[in-house]
């Protein structure tokens, strides 16, 4: 499984943007996707997730009320709707898929792709 990210950019705080993750292969009905962010000097760190065929997700509480997570079961595309930006949102973010496990810590996951720049301007 290949991943491919895309959709970030430069966004004003409480501004919207959407990031996309293509998978090569399989769809996101068998595979958990994950998004991630690392920001510049800090750790990567856990933003969202969405279960294996969508039924579930889980937010990180940074994130909760202003993001959303979505895998589309019928394509190869999962989505991270992301409203309200503020400036501690500024970070490359990352999705990545797995077939089974947790969702909150990045060494469990199999796949990752590439990472796209999230700026958020003041």
């Known amino acids: 499984v290949q991943l491919q990210a895309s959709g970030g950019g430069l966004v004003q705080a409480g501004g919207s943007l959407r990031l996309s993750c293509v998978s090569s292969g399989r769809t996101f009905s068998d595979y958990i996707l994950g998004w991630f962010r690392q920001a510049p000097g800090k750790e990567r760190e856990f933003v969202a997730a969405?279960?294996?065929?969508?039924?579930?997700?889980v937010y990180a509480d940074s994130v909760k009320g202003r993001f959303t997570v979505s895998g589309d079961n019928y394509q190869n595309t999962g989505y991270l709707q992301m409203n309200s930006l503020k400036t501690g949102d500024t970070a490359v973010y990352y999705c990545?898929?797995?077939?089974?496990?947790?969702?909150?810590?990045?060494?469990?996951?199999?796949?990752w792709g590439q990472g796209t720049l999230v700026t958020v301007s003041s």
């Open positions: 990545a898929a797995k077939r089974i496990g947790g969702y909150y810590l990045p060494s469990t996951y199999n796949y």
């Open positions: 969405v279960s294996a065929g969508g039924m579930n997700t």
